[in-house]
């Protein structure tokens, strides 16, 4: 967001009706702010709670709404809980269009142009959206170029996965696949080495540092409490564990994730 600066005069708020059935609310003043700044288009009205509006940061948004003519309604704490149900919505709910996943062959147009290494995520059927929001935070950090996705079991892209992500969604290409052997299989295609991050029992020998990761790559990450499926592993280049101690069970996938995806970046960050 700007610097603090003199007070804007608030947006006039206008009252536009139901949400339509394609749309979904996301919440928060740093998602709301993100998307505006990325992706306004996608926006089509936002909510401001009632006793929110003198707050330096509601009013930046408010500005950045009406610079992208998107219309505002003021509302109360209890009608702001019915449209999103008791979460800490910090006084601001957008109104959005259904997410829309990115094309996964304009993706592989793009990539193919790309000489220097490139790193995607390949998702084994995560169902947390806690999860499923840190790791795409994680993803724009680290300069993830895709995340793909099965089209099921897999936590689906909402409000809470909007706000886990610290409104960076809008960074990161995210491809629904129908099936993650195949997606894998592609990326072997198409010059990615394949790397699935799993516990230590699973490795073909040496720890993830332990890899020269110099061309593209991707990471496939497993589901909570199971980890990366054995088909899956088995269709891997390489199963690449974090070494932990003794007598520790797991990891959760968010931070692995973080973990490995450090390492990526550690070994290609000028």
Not at 58 to 81: D, F, M, V, Y
Not at 247 to 255: A, D, M, Q, R, T
Request: with cysteine; net charge positive.
């Amino acid at each position: 967001m700007a610097s603090r600066n003199k007070k804007k005069k608030l947006g006039k708020f206008v009252n536009t009706g139901t949400k339509g059935k394609n749309d979904f609310y996301i919440f928060g003043r740093r998602p709301i702010w993100e998307q505006l700044e990325n992706d306004p288009k996608q926006i089509k009205l936002i909510y401001i709670v009632s006793g929110n509006q003198e707050s330096f940061e509601i009013r930046e948004i408010i500005q950045k709404a009406k610079e992208n003519k998107i219309p505002l309604e003021h509302i109360s704490g209890r009608t702001a809980a019915a449209k999103v149900g008791k979460v800490n919505d910090q006084g601001v709910i957008a109104s959005m269009e259904r997410f829309k996943y990115a094309d996964q062959m304009d993706w592989e147009i793009a990539v193919r142009k790309e000489e220097k290494p490139q790193l995607v995520l390949v998702l084994d059927h995560i169902e947390d959206v806690g999860n499923f929001g840190a790791i795409i935070r994680t993803a724009a950090a680290f300069g993830v170029s895709a995340i793909f996705v099965p089209s099921d079991r897999q936590a689906p892209v909402n409000g809470t996965v909007f706000k886990t992500s610290a409104g960076n969604i809008s960074r990161v290409k995210i491809i629904k696949v129908p099936n993650v052997n195949q997606m894998i299989s592609k990326l072997k295609d198409l010059k990615f080495w394949t790397y699935a991050v799993d516990m230590p029992e699973s490795s073909q020998g040496g720890v993830i540092w332990d890899q020269k990761f110099d061309s593209h790559t991707a990471l496939i990450l497993g589901a909570e409490g199971q980890g990366v499926s054995e088909k899956v592993r088995e269709n891997c280049d390489f199963v690449v564990p974090i070494p932990m101690e003794n007598g520790v069970e797991s990891l959760n996938v968010s931070v692995s994730g973080a973990i490995a995806m450090y390492e990526w970046k550690r070994q290609n960050y000028k």
